[in-house]
């Protein structure tokens, strides 16, 4: 096994404990380290929860005094700087490893300079390795570092095999099976907020929670993109403002007198609406609320003008082994028709099969 191998093969290894922060590290991102002395992997460790220690010194904790001389493979550049914990790139040299291994550089101008303060030093230092696995994995976190004005959006539909999200009457139905919906409720719990049109909040009146036993550390906004606020105040979104925040995207100003109460009304019982000209307006104030990341759950209307105006960055399709004929409602109604030579072809990240269904993760922008 070559040296390149055997880096990918640890890395890989980091890259997997660092999902184990899922859900409980935001706003910082997930990373995983492993210490590797003669090829055997003697300490390993992730960053846990948000204010908890580094992955670094927790690995290097377990590796204790056989660190000395080791290999520390990290899936981020270790920080150089003083935040709630110090910096990594102390607790590395005290530890004596001799040599670093990264896969993606630290975009923060706060943290950055990890690599280069270990190289001073004299440790042997490696970046890139898997560089592209590791950056998906935050992609919200390093759109963000980079300096983005809007949140990271990733997109997901739930689908029949002919493309529909709701048949011809309209009404409530699971497409996909409890796996995929399990899996949904995951997926939320890596987000800031879970977003969704007023069509669908009305249908469907969903509660848009993080359940089925995913443990997050701070519950996501729930938003509803609602512009002449007609959302319930009796709606299970509002009446279980308690378990999660909830915002409404509003339009600037109420139409009228009628819904000028509707706004006081739901403000009384803990509503914070948004005011917002357009979906792009919408984005930049979502991102100044701190959100890096939002999931948006459809319905076809807002799907479609996000799609169309570019402001999809990941597509998540789960397809339902169903076929709902004529009439059904397809995931991108709204869309002006494109021909074949002029539509979006987006890049497939992963697919896999969830119980009966298909899930397909898509790229939309390029990170």
């Not at 914990?85 to 943290?111: E, F, K, Q, S």
């Not at 409530?172 to 899996?183: D, H, L, Q, S």
């Not at 701190?290 to 998540?316: K, P, W, Y």
Request: with cysteine.
């Amino acid at each position: 096994m070559t040296d390149t191998r055997v880096d990918a093969k640890f890395m890989r290894h980091a890259l997997r404990l660092a999902r184990k922060g899922w859900g409980r590290v935001a706003p910082n991102p997930l990373v995983g380290a492993v210490v590797v002395q003669d090829g055997e992997v003697i300490g390993e460790g992730w960053h846990p929860w948000h204010g908890a220690p580094h992955a670094e010194p927790i690995a290097l904790a377990e590796a204790g005094e056989a660190a000395r001389g080791a290999t520390l493979y990290v899936t981020l550049e270790p920080c150089n700087h003083s935040g709630k914990t110090p910096p990594c790139t102390d607790a590395i040299l005290a530890a004596g490893i001799a040599r670093v291994v990264y896969a993606v550089a630290d975009p923060n101008p706060v943290a950055a300079g990890g690599a280069e303060r270990l190289a001073a030093a004299g440790v042997a230092v490696t970046g890139g390795v898997l560089e592209a696995e590791a950056a998906e994995l935050n992609a919200p976190f390093l759109y963000a570092a980079r300096g983005a004005t809007r949140p990271w959006v990733t997109l997901k539909l739930a689908v029949s095999l002919d493309g529909a999200i709701a048949d011809h009457t309209r009404q409530p139905g699971w497409i996909t099976g409890a796996e995929a919906r399990r899996e949904v409720h995951r997926l939320r719990a890596g987000a800031d907020a879970v977003a969704i049109g007023i069509g669908t909040a009305l249908a469907d009146d969903p509660h848009l929670t993080v359940r089925h036993g995913q443990h997050v550390r701070v519950p996501p906004a729930r938003v509803v993109f609602d512009r002449q606020t007609r959302l319930h105040a009796d709606s299970r979104l509002v009446r279980t403002i308690a378990e999660a925040p909830l915002w409404l995207v509003v339009a600037p100003t109420p139409a009228d007198e009628a819904e000028l109460a509707r706004r006081e009304r739901l403000a009384s019982l803990g509503v914070h609406l948004i005011p917002a000209e357009g979906t792009e307006a919408a984005l930049r104030a979502l991102h100044a609320e701190g959100v890096r990341h939002l999931f948006v759950e459809g319905g076809a209307g807002l799907a479609s003008e996000l799609m169309g105006t570019n402001q999809v960055d990941r597509l998540i399709i789960f397809q339902g082994s169903v076929i709902l004929g004529g009439g059904a409602l397809s995931a991108f109604a709204g869309l002006a028709p494109r021909s074949v030579a002029a539509a979006v072809r987006c890049r497939v990240l992963a697919r896999r099969a969830v119980g009966d269904d298909l899930m397909t993760t898509y790229a939309v922008s390029e990170l």
